[in-house]
């Protein structure tokens, strides 16, 4: 119950484009900790992947006092206009 809360919280925040999976684990204390992961769009500068997250935990804090630990994973979209992009825009650093 407490996952389907949190996910309609997450897809109701703006800026969010997708709720990926939500997991409700049991700290050593037994309180609940949240982890989810949260998309958000290719052009979502980080400011405001950073201000919606903070919004988010505190509205999940709201319907769930209980909650000691929020944890979000923001995933953003890579644009994407090919399905097979071509390899000469990977860039793959050496060690050397």
């Given at each position: 119950m407490l996952a389907s809360t949190i996910r309609e919280l997450l897809l109701a925040a703006?800026?969010?484009?997708?709720?990926?999976?939500?997991?409700?684990?049991?700290?050593?204390?037994?309180a609940p900790v949240v982890i989810a992961r949260v998309g958000f769009?290719?052009?979502?500068?980080?400011?405001?992947?950073?201000?919606?997250?903070?919004?988010?935990?505190?509205?999940?804090?709201?319907?769930?006092?209980?909650?000691?630990?929020?944890?979000?994973e923001p995933e953003i979209a890579a644009p994407r206009d090919d399905a097979n992009p071509p390899t000469d825009i990977f860039v793959i650093r050496g060690a050397d």
């Open positions: 703006p800026g969010v484009q997708s709720v990926g999976t939500i997991d409700v684990l049991e700290s050593a204390g037994g769009g290719p052009n979502t500068p980080v400011a405001d992947v950073v201000a919606i997250s903070g919004v988010v935990r505190a509205s999940i804090r709201t319907q769930a006092p209980d909650v000691v630990d929020v944890v979000l």
